[in-house]
């Protein structure tokens, strides 16, 4: 059986196809949710403590401050840490808010996934910058797009 996506190792397939997936459904860039999912690096399941006692749950690493205030929707940490889809779906969800309502550049805005203080979206938005560049160009080389000339001679009459 071949690999979906030969040049990307198995343990980031989920990643990737799931990143794709959620990047269409929600409308944000894909490129900017590969590099958010890429950086946070996290894997289903995990807790990663954070030096104000807050945790990063999952692979897409949300807070457990952040968590509270999606309670109200239903959504939990057990929901975050499951593998599958659902966390990157909800990433690209969060990501398409915070570049809708945010103000500055697109990438402070995607950057507001990680912080909102300055001088830390500043380091996330660089290194995200990286990475969006390098996703575009495995993107471009995967699912080349064209454009179209369209023939608007009816039929017969060429």
Sequence with gaps: MMDVLPDIPPARQEMVTCSLGAALAYDVPANILLAVAEKEA?????????????????????????????????ITAADVAAPGCYPFMLAAWRIRGHLRNDVGDVWTRASNYHSRT????????????????????????????????????PYGKR
């Design 42 to 74: 996290g894997k289903p399941g995990q807790w990663v403590r954070n030096e104000n006692g807050s945790f990063d749950v999952g692979s897409l690493q949300f807070n457990t401050t952040y968590l509270r205030d999606l309670g109200r929707y239903g």
């Design 118 to 153: 300055p001088h830390i979206n500043a380091r996330y938005r660089t290194d995200l910058i990286r990475r969006a560049s390098r996703w575009t160009l495995w993107l471009d080389s995967h699912f080349p797009t064209h454009d179209a000339v369209v023939d608007v001679t």
